[in-house]
Nanobody, 115 residues
Framework: QVQLVESGGGLVQAGGSLKLSCATS????????MGWYRQAPGKERELVAG???????HIADSVQGRFTISRDNAKKTLFLQMNSLKPEDTGAYYC?????????WGQGTQVTVSS
């Protein structure tokens, strides 16, 4: 059974940092695609950063230079380091994994950036 559990969200002032973690029950090194998504109130969920095929990363233009995606294969954990946070980064952040053609989501962790 695929399980994804996010943690690390919280309330932070603009300019601050947070590091999100996504603990999984799967071998993330062989997982086709994993990523971090976020959903702001009243907006659609969007891809923030992704690892595809275990080698390629995707970083959204809006967070380029501020956010970094990484993973610890041994700990089966995906991370999102978020620096220089802005109020527009506020939202629920979700971890997603694609395993054998099926998408699995975590329950999300809330990030709130105050101005």
């Amino acid at each position: 059974q695929v399980q994804l559990v996010e943690s690390g969200g919280g309330l932070v002032q603009a300019g601050g940092s947070l590091k999100l973690s996504c603990a999984t029950s799967i071998n993330i090194e062989s997982t086709h695609a994993m990523g971090w998504y976020r959903q702001a109130p009243g907006k659609e969920r969007e891809l923030v950063a992704g690892v595809i095929g275990g080698h390629t990363t995707h970083i959204a233009d809006s967070v380029q230079g501020r956010f970094t995606i990484s993973r610890d294969n041994a700990k089966k954990t995906l991370f999102l380091q978020m620096n220089s946070l802005k109020p527009e980064d506020t939202g629920a952040y979700y971890c997603k994994a694609r395993v054998r053609g099926r998408d699995y989501w975590g329950q999300g962790t809330q990030v709130t950036v105050s101005s």
